[in-house]
Structure formats: structure tokens, C-alpha cells
T-cell receptor
């Protein structure tokens, strides 16, 4: 079974731009969660989508948004990029019982 | 969600057992203990989880104290590939998709 895939793996943007990251969960998984990892703040939960609905949300500004499609693939969008948005963005999928999450390799975003 | 306390770093000789402690004194009755690890520059990897009973799988064993206020992850025969940051997380099944990662324990396995 294929793992969680994320595209692109690396991205460089400038301040003020927006970016869209994509995540394809493991086949059959309907829950997709997004996390941000920075050296200063560590791993922080952004939001979770289940069956195309946002079900949990972390403490991030409204510039961070996401969506999920009917095939469970998910995208997250960051608008008006700031230097502090430079981070590794991780996506994880889980099955119905939520016992474990399977993480993708992440997208490393650099904002210049 | 309950918070956890882990030592920032530990060393272990290859081939020996690595015992990683975690304190979660404010854990509530329906919260599980999850362990994940993150090898440098990769996404976190699920290791094991438990509620009150000790658990074992092909990767590790999880020992939870009777009062559930602390637990220990045991890697029975550590290898160099086990060098990683290990995270102990507590949460209910309803929040298992919203993991709250702490700073973890950086385990260094040496020859």
C-alpha cells in the first residue's frame, strides 16, 4: 500500500505571495491532518479534515486554510506569506479508528 | 489534552535496550499514551500506543504504570537506525488526529 505523498517536496516563495501544498493520503484513509514544524516552535497541529469537513483546528491565523476533496486528497493554502512561515509542513492520514497517524515526508517551504 | 515531560536527550549503546521515560501525571481516564519518533528530516513515525495495559509490537514495548502517570518506551535491541527524536503524546481517540507534540527525547545510539 502506498504511503502518504506530499507535493511539492521543496518550495521557495517570497513574502506576500501565497502557496498551495498538496497531500494524498493512504488509500482508504478519510482523515487528513496538517502540521507545521519549525526549529523554534516544534511540531504544531494546523487542522484536520474528515470527509471534506474541517473537524479540528489549531491555533493558527486565518491565512492558513485547507480543504479536502471527495477522494480524500487535501490541500493547504497559506496566503500573504511571512518569513516566519518558513517551515516543514507535514500531512498525516489516519483510518477510522484514529489509533495511529501515518505521516508524509513533508513539504519544506522557504519564504524569502 | 494532558501534557508530557520527557528528558531532552539520552544515549544508548547499540545492541542494548533503550528505555525512554515519560511523565504524564495529568492524564485522564480515557486518554491514550502514543509514541512517535522522527528521524532527521523525515515525517514522524508511529511506534506504539496504549491505554492501561502494557503493549508490545514488532518495534517496541510500552510499559504504563498502574496509576498511569508515567510510561516507558522500550526498544529491546537498539541499532544506529533508532537514533531519532522520540515523542510521548497523550490524547483521547477523538483527538488522535490532533496530536500535541512536545519537545521529545533525542535518542543517540552509539557503537
Amino acid at each position: 500500500k502506498a504511503g502518504v505523498t506530499q507535493t511539492p517536496r521543496y518550495l521557495i516563495k517570497t513574502r506576500g505571495q501565497q502557496v498551495t501544498l498538496s497531500c494524498s493520503p493512504i488509500s482508504g484513509h478519510r482523515s487528513v491532518s496538517w502540521y507545521q514544524q519549525t526549529p523554534g516552535q516544534g511540531l504544531q497541529f494546523l487542522f484536520e479534515y474528515f470527509s471534506e469537513t474541517q473537524r479540528n483546528k489549531g491555533n493558527f491565523p486565518g491565512r492558513f486554510s485547507g480543504r479536502q476533496f471527495s477522494n480524500s486528497r487535501s490541500e493547504m493554502n497559506v496566503s500573504t506569506l511571512e518569513l516566519g512561515d518558513s517551515a516543514l509542513y507535514l500531512c498525516a492520514s489516519s483510518s477510522l479508528d484514529y489509533r495511529e497517524q501515518f505521516f508524509g515526508p513533508g513539504t519544506r517551504l522557504t519564504v524569502l | 489534552d494532558a501534557k508530557t515531560t520527557q528528558p531532552p536527550s539520552m544515549d544508548c549503546a547499540e545492541g542494548r535496550a533503550a528505555n525512554l521515560p515519560c511523565n504524564h501525571s495529568t492524564i485522564s481516564g480515557n486518554e491514550y499514551v502514543y509514541w512517535y519518533r522522527q528521524i532527521h528530516s523525515q515525517g514522524p513515525q508511529y511506534i506504539i500506543h496504549g491505554l492501561k495495559n502494557n503493549e508490545t509490537n514488532e518495534m517496541a514495548s510500552l510499559i504504563i504504570t498502574e496509576d498511569r502517570k508515567s510510561s516507558t518506551l522500550i526498544l529491546p535491541h537498539a541499532t544506529l537506525r533508532d537514533t531519532a527524536v522520540y515523542y510521548c503524546i497523550v490524547g483521547g481517540t477523538g483527538t488522535a488526529s490532533k496530536l500535541t507534540f512536545g519537545t521529545g527525547t533525542r535518542l543517540q545510539v552509539t557503537l
